[in-house]
Nanobody
């Protein structure tokens, strides 16, 4: 599975961004897909995850600010981020799991929140 993220960039605090993760195959075949992030010096952490059933899970820090969604027709998963904070600055990665034991990662997209 090849994943290509896009949509990162520089945004001011309080602003919004929408990240996209395009897969090279039917995302309906994935048990779940998710977004993770990693800031310098920190471990990679879960941002949001969406199951094949449509159920979602978010990291505690999200607190209603982000929303994960998917478009099966486009084989794309989105992460809509709003009320961004400087501490949201990180490289955001997309992950796809065709099974619980196999996972694939994208190359990441940088999100920088700064005034």
């Amino acid at each position: 599975v090849q994943l290509v993220e896009s949509g990162g960039g520089l945004v001011q605090p309080g602003g919004s961004l929408r990240l996209s993760c395009a897969a090279d195959r039917d995302i309906g075949d994935m048990i779940f897909m998710g977004w993770y992030r990693q800031a310098p010096g920190n471990e990679r952490e879960l941002v949001a995850q969406i199951m094949n059933s449509g159920s979602t899970t978010y990291g505690d820090f999200v607190k209603g600010r982000f929303a994960i969604s998917r478009d099966g027709a486009k084989n794309t998963v989105y992460l809509q981020m709003s009320s961004l904070k400087p501490e949201d600055t990180a490289v955001y990665y997309c992950k796809a799991n065709p099974t619980f034991f196999n996972e694939y990662w994208g190359q990441g997209t940088q999100v920088t929140v700064s005034s």
